[in-house]
């Protein structure tokens, strides 16, 4: 009976060991790295770069080292793996592991092409989507790359544009949306921006290369720059711009839906000009009835109503840009290192830390 038990035992043990080694063991998921709700760039004060996880109540769930400045991040659908992309015009993008902190995989944009910053997975996780500057071409590309392959490039599309910078997904489809800023530049002459007189941005929705549709910007706002992008729960499509004309624009902020033309934000001249031309990120809360936009430039992070469309209500914060949403308000970094929690315009919470916080806030 004794023998029987044992060998019973070291059946079950040869079992489980065949099991483990078959890759059956439980995979990795968010959890195990803290479960963190955001992602983040940032500068520490020995200036060493980081990519660091943020959990919802603002504190820091881990810290993993970039070999220079980030500027925006994707996050895996299931598992925990980021990809951080370097600052623009940089032409790195590392894949981190958020668990070790190890580099899983570097993707290089290929000859005659810088990343632009920004990034998107499939909703299955299986591809991701990088926005590209083909700058002798002087065309915005789209790269496709295979993560099961360990990230090997396999394909690029137009992007439907000049000067693709954001990139986001439409929820439940693999439908992209683009946010082509219009404005040319070339590594040559660093950021200066080469075709302002000419420029002309648009939103495109693009589906396994081919674009679907682009929606242009009205001919009077020709010198404003598509950068940022926002998806309501009704796959409205929020866009945050930049103002390359003399003066000062009407709006700085919009929204579209396919099919439809583009609407436009209303503010007070005041406090469109508290934006300093600039909109540097911007999100909606998960009930789709409000929109936050931040200035970098202006110290500002403003709330409109998105039933109105109408400002709701602004709060100054030095450095401000990164912002994402948290439940009905808005988890907001800023480059002096504070993080806070708003909503309708009142702060919920907020930490201090010695990291100067990037430009963006990625919600995983």
């Known amino acids: ?5 044992r060998a019973s035992r070291s059946n079950r043990r040869q079992f489980l060991t065949g099991v483990l080694a078959v890759g059956f063991a439980p995979k990795p998921t968010w959890a195990d790295a803290g479960s963190p709700s955001y992602l983040s760039a940032a500068a520490r004060p020995d200036g060493a770069f980081v990519l660091c996880g943020i959990n919802a109540d603002l504190s820091i769930a881990f810290e993993q080292p970039l070999p220079a400045r980030g500027h925006a991040a994707a996050a895996h659908p299931t598992r925990p793996e980021a990809v951080a992309f370097a600052r623009r015009p940089g032409t790195f993008a590392m894949v981190i592991d958020c668990i070790t902190g190890a580099q899983k995989a570097q993707l290089s944009a290929p000859s005659g092409r810088h990343f632009y910053g920004h990034g998107v997975y499939s909703a299955d996780g299986n591809l991701l989507f990088t926005t590209e500057n083909d700058y002798e071409a002087g065309q915005g590309r789209i790269g496709v790359w295979d993560v099961g392959r360990g990230y090997v490039r396999t394909d690029d599309w137009a992007s439907g544009g000049i000067g693709p910078h954001d990139i986001q997904r439409l929820p439940g489809t693999d439908i992209l949306v683009v946010a082509n800023g219009g404005i040319d530049t070339h590594p040559a002459s660093g950021r200066t921006k080469l075709n302002i007189p000419t420029m002309r941005a648009n939103l495109a929705y693009v589906d396994n290369g081919s674009v679907l549709e682009t929606a242009l910007l009205p001919e009077d706002m020709q010198k404003s720059s598509i950068r940022h992008l926002a ?6 499509v929020i866009f945050g711009m930049q103002w390359e004309g003399q003066g000062q624009p009407d709006a700085l902020v919009g929204t579209h839906r396919r099919g439809q033309g583009m609407a436009f934000l209303s503010a007070p001249s005041a406090a469109v000009r508290d934006m300093n031309g600039y909109i540097g990120s911007i999100a909606v809360s998960n009930d789709g009835r ?3 936009a931040t200035s970098p430039r202006g110290g500002v992070l403003q709330m409109y109503d998105a039933a109105t469309a109408a400002l709701q209500s602004a709060i ?5 840009c990164g912002v994402a949403q948290q439940g009905t308000g808005f988890s907001v970094t800023s480059g002096t290192g504070v993080l806070r929690a708003v909503s309708a315009g009142q702060q919920r919470g907020e930490r201090t830390t010695l990291l100067a916080w990037d430009n963006h806030l990625i919600g995983i």
């Open 290 to 292: 409000l929109i936050a």
């Open 231 to 236: 998806i309501g729960p009704d796959n409205t």
């Open 1 to 5: 009976m004794v023998t029987e038990l």
């Open 316 to 320: 100054h914060f030095e450095d401000v």
